[in-house]
């Protein structure tokens, strides 16, 4: 339901006190009626409860209650009112004009009652936002004033600190150059000191034959034979990680050689030729110290 004006103003009315009883009677017979207006009631009443928490009681001074005991005792014998002495009046001129005709008094009395509440609804407005204004100035400069659920709560800021990750160590690098009977290199060999990874690069490798596959191998006098590392891909590098299975002095010590395998390599993990290309691993960057 829609409300007028002069609905709101009552009820804001109402929840200051300000309503004589006739007014009051005729707010609480619509209350009873009337559940979204008990709304509008509540609200007001709950935004005029921060100007009842922030204004302590006061105790009237002892003269106070003395002169309302006294107004009260001479209530029913009140002196007639005397006016001073003054010249006599000059006899009444009669009227130029015409008097204007009488205005209908319920039109008054409506429209004085509404320019009432308008006042009073402005006036409860410009209070609760000085209350507010109040309020955010005691919770900024004297927060231990209010009471605690009107403190604004502190607020804290939390920094999450970074640890710098720690530079990363190098690892030595190993290489070695493998070459045939005319000299020159036909695969470069990396390996990475700490993965143990290695890297093969085709530099001046000949071209193997239709059906064939050429084969690394590692050779070592702690081994009983070779130990094949796989076939070399037709790229120009191959990459695998199967020298973890053997620890740094053989790998580092070790002969590698290539020999040509039928396709896909050697099927029983033994070499079936001589090395074509054969080389050793130097140090070319040392471990960190």
């Not at 009488?102 to 308008?118: F, H, P, T």
């Not at 973890?244 to 033994?270: L, R, W």
């Amino acid at each position: 339901m829609a409300y007028s004006e002069d609905h709101i103003a009552l009820a804001a009315e109402y929840a200051l006190g300000t309503l004589d009883a006739g007014e009051r009677s005729q707010v609480e017979t619509m209350m009873a009626v009337d559940t979204e207006f008990t709304g509008i009631v509540h609200a007001w009443e709950y935004r005029l409860g921060v100007l009842n928490q922030m204004v302590g009681s006061v105790e009237p001074r002892p003269i106070v209650w003395e002169n309302i005991k006294a107004a009260v005792g001479h209530s029913g014998a009140q002196a007639p009112l005397v006016l001073p002495d003054a010249a006599p009046s000059p006899p009444p001129m009669a009227p130029v004009f015409a008097p204007a005709p009488a205005a209908d008094d319920s039109n008054v009395i409506q429209l004085s009652g509404r320019l009432k509440r308008m006042r009073t609804l402005a006036s409860v407005a410009t209070a609760l936002a000085a209350a507010l204004v109040a309020m955010l100035a005691v919770q900024v400069y004297a927060p231990d004033l209010l009471p605690d659920g009107l403190r604004a709560k502190p607020r804290i800021r939390t920094v999450e600190v970074k640890t710098p990750a720690p530079p990363a160590v190098p690892s030595a690098q190993y290489v070695a150059l493998l070459q045939g009977s005319s000299g020159g290199p036909a695969f470069i060999l990396t390996v990475d000191g700490a993965t143990r990874n290695f890297t093969v690069r085709k530099v001046g490798a000949d071209t193997v034959e239709a059906g064939k596959s050429l084969e690394l191998w590692l050779i070592s006098d702690r081994l009983p034979q070779p130990r094949s590392l796989g076939v070399i891909g037709a790229g120009d590098f191959t990459a695998r990680p199967v020298l973890a299975s053997y620890d740094a002095n053989m790998i580092n010590s070790a002969t590698y050689a290539v020999t040509v395998e039928q396709a896909g390599g050697s099927p029983d993990g033994k070499p079936h030729s001589a090395p074509i290309y054969t080389g050793k691993l130097i140090e070319t960057v040392p471990a960190a110290r």
